[in-house]
């Protein structure tokens, strides 16, 4: 039965790309109406469907859109603006999409209902508490977009970027054992990283091996076989960016809330706290905006390891004023314990370890994730003297726009399905979350896939590392 839906499924695919004209290309710049900069990360979807994207750093934004929606709404909307509004079949690009800021006033919002909570922290605590009316209650499927970048300061050193299917069994189900990730292709998948991160070696070798001698001997770059830092590599790869970690683990806020030891665990209050800045709009509906500060304990992610201890908050949350759903969380991790501080600096140069961010769209009466941003520092030291026989970075030969790298993983979720026929035979597939693992380029499957548009920044960067990898491979 899943081979047949399989076929069925491929010639549905087929017939969509036979005909060029069965899609319609919607491309345009969205920028505020009063300052004219670009409005990054609003929402572009076609109403009551998941057919979407966000735009990018300069504004803009491609959506693929069937023309059997030419007579929908298109819908472009950013938290804090009024919403542009236009039918599929009249959407023009000749002008740029400007949108005006709206917002409510909050005297006026806090005399409305005694009923209503008041406080940024008893907001919060009602979203939680209602983490399971505004989640999923069965089990889905959602296709997206996966961009992978890995960079120093001055340009990347690594790209992938892949289609993935996400399986979830519900909000109430553990993550770790009912929340599967699958990655069905590649699209570009290159890496000139240069090997002799020894920091990753030394890391590898702990884990691998109890009380494991780290001698002179065994940590030289000239002693070490350069397939063992491969490998040292790879591991560390899929343990600080592996698609299982983002979304099993803490950083997967929203939808590991039950977890002991959640981020927005019973425990939120001793580790953050909120503050209720306005009331924004958002199509018209009001939204809560709340700031993130540290509550009186530090944050630990406790992720194997990794010293991921000594962290407060920093940030913003948007609530539904009448859902109490949450739409959008602007998250980061600061260095704050002294210990936490020193190492920042010394391996990062940075006291932001984790920045995140996630937005929700609303689908059939629930709220599924729609976006995700995430971007970390990583342990390298390139730019240190090669024949250098010290174990400790030398500040003074070290080439900083070089050493310092971090990653950064863009998820865009294009796709939701809730037929609970299509999801139990796509659960009997396998699953394979291997992110980093090579894949056969299938250019008619990305014919029509929607996908997130680069900024003129990193289009100008992704085509200096494809000729710098044309020239490796050579």
Same mark, same amino acid.
Request: charged residues 25%; aromatic residues 12%; hydrophobic residues 35%.
């Given at each position: 039965?899943?081979?047949?839906?399989?076929?069925?499924?491929?010639?549905?695919?087929?017939?969509?790309?036979?005909?060029?004209?069965?899609?319609?290309?919607?491309?345009?710049?969205?920028?505020?109406?009063?300052?004219?900069?670009?409005?990054?990360?609003?929402?572009?979807?076609?109403?009551?469907?998941?057919?979407?994207?966000?735009?990018?750093?300069?504004?803009?934004?491609?959506?693929?859109?069937?023309?059997?929606?030419?007579?929908?709404?298109?819908?472009?909307?950013?938290?804090?603006?009024?919403?542009?509004?236009?039918?599929?079949?009249?959407?023009?690009?000749?002008?740029?999409?400007?949108?005006?800021?709206?917002?409510?006033?909050?005297?006026?919002?806090?005399?409305?209902?005694?009923?209503?909570?008041?406080?940024?922290?008893?907001?919060?605590?009602? *979203? $939680?508490?209602?983490?399971? #009316?505004?989640?999923?209650?069965?089990?889905? +499927?959602?296709? =997206?977009? &996966?961009?992978?970048?890995?960079?120093?300061?001055?340009?990347?050193?690594?790209?992938?970027?892949?289609?993935?299917?996400?399986?979830?069994?519900?909000?109430?189900?553990?993550?770790?054992?009912?929340?599967?990730?699958?990655?069905?292709?590649?699209?570009?998948?290159?890496?000139?990283?240069?090997?002799?991160?020894?920091?990753?070696?030394?890391?590898?070798?702990?884990?691998?091996?109890?009380?494991?001698?780290?001698?002179?001997?065994?940590?030289?770059?000239?002693?070490?076989?350069?397939?063992?830092?491969?490998? *040292? $590599?790879?591991?560390?790869? #899929?343990?600080?960016?592996?698609?299982?970690? +983002?979304?099993? =683990?803490? &950083?997967?806020?929203?939808?590991?809330?039950?977890?002991?030891?959640?981020?927005?665990?019973?425990?939120?209050?001793?580790?953050?706290?909120?503050?209720?800045?306005?009331?924004?709009?958002?199509?018209?509906?009001?939204?809560?905006?709340?700031?993130?500060?540290?509550?009186?304990?530090?944050?630990?992610?406790?992720?194997?390891?990794?010293?991921?201890?000594?962290?407060?908050?920093?940030?913003?949350?948007?609530?539904?004023?009448?859902?109490?759903?949450?739409?959008?969380?602007?998250?980061?991790?600061?260095?704050?314990?002294?210990?936490?501080?020193?190492?920042?600096?010394?391996?990062?140069?940075?006291?932001?370890?984790?920045? &995140?961010?996630?937005?929700?769209?609303?689908?059939?009466?629930?709220?599924?994730?729609?976006?995700?941003?995430?971007?970390?520092?990583?342990?390298?030291?390139?730019?240190?003297?090669?024949?250098?026989?010290?174990?400790?970075?030398?500040?003074?030969?070290?080439?900083?726009?070089?050493?310092?790298?971090?990653?950064?993983?863009?998820?865009?979720?294009?796709?939701?399905?809730?037929?609970?026929?299509?999801?139990?035979?796509?659960?009997?597939?396998?699953?394979?979350?291997?992110?980093?693992?090579?894949?056969?380029?299938?250019?008619?499957?990305?014919?029509?896939?929607?996908?997130?548009?680069?900024?003129?920044?990193?289009?100008? &960067?992704?085509?200096?590392?494809?000729?710098?990898?044309?020239?490796?491979?050579?």
């Amino acid at each position: 039965m899943y081979g047949n839906f399989k076929y069925g499924f491929g010639i549905v695919i087929s017939l969509l790309c036979f005909n060029v004209f069965s899609q319609k290309e919607l491309s345009n710049t969205v920028l505020e109406g009063s300052t004219f900069l670009p409005i990054e990360s609003a929402s572009v979807y076609v109403k009551n469907t998941t057919i979407g994207t966000v735009t990018n750093a300069d504004g803009k934004f491609l959506l693929t859109v069937p023309n059997a929606y030419a007579n929908d709404t298109l819908i472009v909307s950013s938290i804090g603006f009024k919403s542009y509004k236009v039918p599929v079949s009249d959407f023009d690009a000749s002008f740029e999409i400007y949108l005006d800021e709206d917002v409510a006033s909050l005297d006026e919002v806090l005399l409305i209902a005694e009923t209503r909570p008041k406080t940024g922290n008893d907001i919060v605590l009602r *979203a $939680i508490e209602d983490f399971g #009316k505004n989640l999923p209650d069965s089990s889905y +499927l959602q296709k =997206g977009f &996966l961009r992978h970048k890995e960079r120093n300061k001055k340009e990347f050193k690594w790209l992938i970027e892949s289609a993935i299917t996400l399986y979830d069994s519900t909000f109430e189900s553990n993550p770790s054992a009912h929340l599967k990730l699958h990655v069905d292709q590649v699209r570009k998948s290159y890496d000139l990283r240069d090997v002799d991160s020894l920091l990753a070696y030394t890391a590898y070798l702990k884990s691998k091996t109890k009380n494991a001698p780290l001698t002179k001997n065994n940590l030289r770059r000239d002693t070490i076989k350069t397939a063992s830092l491969v490998e *040292a $590599i790879k591991w560390n790869d #899929k343990r600080i960016n592996g698609l299982e970690t +983002l979304f099993q =683990g803490k &950083l997967n806020m929203v939808r590991n809330a039950g977890n002991p030891g959640a981020l927005l665990g019973e425990n939120v209050l001793s580790t953050h706290q909120f503050t209720l800045d306005t009331v924004l709009l958002e199509n018209d509906k009001k939204v809560y905006k709340i700031k993130i500060s540290e509550g009186t304990s530090y944050i630990n992610l406790e992720t194997p390891g990794i010293f991921n201890d000594g962290y407060h908050p920093r940030g913003w949350m948007y609530i539904d004023w009448d859902t109490y759903a949450i739409k959008k969380i602007e998250y980061q991790l600061v260095a704050a314990s002294r210990a936490q501080r020193s190492r920042s600096k010394t391996l990062y140069d940075t006291d932001v370890n984790h920045k &995140l961010v996630l937005t929700y769209k609303a689908y059939k009466d629930n709220m599924y994730l729609n976006y995700v941003y995430y971007e970390t520092p990583k342990l390298v030291n390139v730019g240190v003297v090669k024949d250098d026989p010290k174990t400790e970075i030398d500040e003074s030969v070290a080439n900083k726009d070089e050493r310092f790298y971090y990653t950064v993983q863009e998820i865009l979720f294009t796709e939701i399905i809730t037929n609970q026929d299509v999801v139990s035979e796509t659960l009997k597939g396998p699953w394979d979350a291997d992110l980093f693992s090579p894949k056969p380029y299938n250019k008619e499957f990305w014919t029509n896939y929607n996908t997130l548009l680069e900024s003129k920044e990193e289009e100008k &960067l992704i085509q200096d590392l494809t000729k710098r990898y044309a020239l490796f491979k050579e």
